[in-house]
């Protein structure tokens, strides 16, 4: 192999490597820009939620206290529910099995 044939082999490599080099560089921009662009999403995603914590601690706190309301009417129906059957059933005999009570609309 001659010395131009050589020559002529290292410029090809190095202008492929040049052109990796700059479809590389494309890229990293490209990828830079997302970056950017998911970082201020982000930082506006996070601004929301510090924003809205209290409205959000209040939803939870009204959720928490809707589920024991429900639950205390729950309650409240079983206690009624067994109150009546001790009350119609005659001394010494269990009483007859309930129908199932339906729960107070809310």
Do not use: Y
């Amino acid at each position: 192999m001659s010395w131009i044939d050589e020559l002529t082999k290292l410029v090809k490599n190095l202008l492929d490597l040049k052109k990796n080099i700059d479809n590389n560089t494309t890229r990293l921009e490209t990828l830079r820009k997302d970056l950017d662009a998911l970082n201020d999403f982000t930082r506006k995603v996070a601004q929301v939620v510090r924003e809205n914590r209290s409205q959000i601690t209040r939803n939870q706190e009204k959720n928490e206290s809707d589920r024991e309301i429900l639950v205390l009417r729950l309650e409240n129906a079983l206690l009624s529910l067994e109150n009546r059957l001790m009350n119609n059933a005659p001394r010494g005999q269990p009483p007859d099995p309930p129908e199932p009570p339906s729960l107070p609309d809310t």
